[in-house]
């Protein structure tokens, strides 16, 4: 062939340029290069979004010991939960917003209840003393005692019952119901109470 018909390299390079050039500006504008084309490897997937479980046990004891463990997870959790006030965890006489503003209007007063277990000791052990003068001292403590546990659930009762119906209109809770349960929070002493007070002494329910 002719020199004069022989293609020179320079000739080459700018058509192929060209070829590659023309090809990417043939794609649209929205077109979105693929993870394959910018050389990116989507790694495999190695989770599941299972919780993961424990090891299986090997023999039956180690069965039993894991069931232990986690049933007495399980109970601590729950404990938790109902000392703090969680809905999952209360018991069914604990529950709903009604339950929750009783205990909040028990927690928010000293209350005579919560010191009548130590005033009936007190009674029991005076009452066993063979004295007569004794004796009658400790029948009028608990007199006077059951007569203040008496006047202090009323109060409570009413204050109870107002502001349950001030708040909870359309409530489908029996009002006795909601009186025994803060006349019995009441007897209780504070430290002692399931759910734990929420408020302290003296806050404006």
Do not use: C
Request: glycine share 6%; proline share 5%.
């Amino acid at each position: 062939m002719s020199p004069l018909f022989r293609r020179k390299p320079e000739d080459v390079a700018p058509t192929q340029v060209e070829e590659v050039t023309t090809s990417a500006d043939s794609r649209p504008k929205s077109y979105t290069p693929s993870k394959k084309e910018l050389g990116v490897v989507t790694p495999k997937r190695t989770a599941t979004g299972r919780r993961v479980q424990d090891k299986a046990p090997e023999n039956r004891k180690e069965a039993y010991k894991q069931l232990r463990e986690r049933q007495r997870a399980e109970r601590a959790e729950a404990n938790a939960g109902m000392r703090n006030g969680d809905e999952r965890y209360l018991l069914a006489r604990d529950r709903g917003p009604e339950r929750s503003l009783v205990r909040d209007i028990v927690d928010s007063r000293h209350t005579v209840g919560s010191w009548f277990i130590a005033g009936a000791v007190v009674v029991l052990i005076g009452s066993s003393v063979p004295n007569r003068t004794v004796q009658n001292i400790s029948t009028l403590i608990w007199a006077l005692l059951a007569l203040a546990v008496l006047v202090d659930s009323i109060l409570i009762a009413r204050k109870i019952k107002r502001l349950v119906r001030e708040r909870f209109p359309e409530s489908s809770q029996r009002m006795g119901s909601l009186y025994l349960y803060g006349i019995m929070r009441g007897l209780t002493f504070r430290r002692m109470r399931i759910p734990k007070a929420k408020v302290s002494f003296g806050a404006k329910i």
